[in-house]
């Protein structure tokens, strides 16, 4: 990244987003020192302009933001920090500088489906996700049939926890299914969005 320090005296911005949820977490201003810093650690460090000195994020709170992608503006003056915050982000306490509650229910499953790709690349011993797939597509495919009964079951005669209850193990045995053939619950929303007619 070749970053313009010069427009701010030194400075620039850096906009923290939760990676997940995609909300705007805080701003804060970087030197050239403190970007080197963030980069090298992985933990979004700030210069701090009241204290004149660079700072980790969280290093008195211990709650860091584990960085995962940084992304400059197009006029290179400014950068986007995606992150992984561990735990409130705001000094009062809140979830957000913004005062914004960090959640995005859905976007669990993008993190989910995340998780059951280590599971798949690390297999780990005494893991359910692993011992699927373990046992073959034939078996995850049977598992999401048998899981669709199910949650068929519960929404014809059941009751709506019972139907939730099924319905997210028919989720979780579809992104393992789709998972194992290389997919991402993303290909079926590209999907769903080509179908859509406004």
């Known amino acids: 990244m070749k970053l313009d320090f010069e427009k701010m005296g030194g400075l620039i911005p850096a906009i923290v987003q939760d990676n997940y949820t995609g909300k705007v977490l805080m701003l804060g201003f970087m030197n050239e020192e403190a970007l080197e810093e963030t980069i090298s650690t992985k933990k979004v460090t700030f210069f701090s302009r009241t204290k004149n000195r660079i700072w980790m994020k969280g290093e008195t709170s211990g709650h860091t933001l584990q960085v ?3 992304l400059p503006d197009c006029d290179n003056d400014t950068i986007l920090i995606k992150a992984i ?5 705001c000094h009062t306490g809140a979830d957000t500088c913004f005062g914004e509650k960090n959640e995005e229910a859905i976007l669990f499953l993008k993190y989910l489906q995340n998780f059951i790709e280590r599971r798949r690349q690390e297999m780990p011993e005494g893991s359910y996700t ?17 899981e669709a009964v199910e949650t068929v079951i519960e929404a014809t005669n059941g009751t709506e926890d019972r139907l939730v209850y099924e319905s997210a193990d028919l989720i979780y045995h579809l992104i393992v299914l789709l998972t ?5 619950l993303e290909d079926l929303a590209k999907e769903l969005q080509r179908r859509h007619k406004v």
Not at 85 to 89: E, I, L, Q
Not at 131 to 140: E, T
Not at 180 to 184: D, F, I, Q, V
């Open 68 to 70: 995962v992608n940084i």
């Open 85 to 89: 915050p561990n735990g409130p982000v």
């Open 130 to 146: 692993t011992s699927l797939f373990l046992k073959g597509v034939n078996r995850m495919a049977q598992k999401v049939g048998e």
């Open 180 to 184: 194992s053939k290389g997919l991402r």
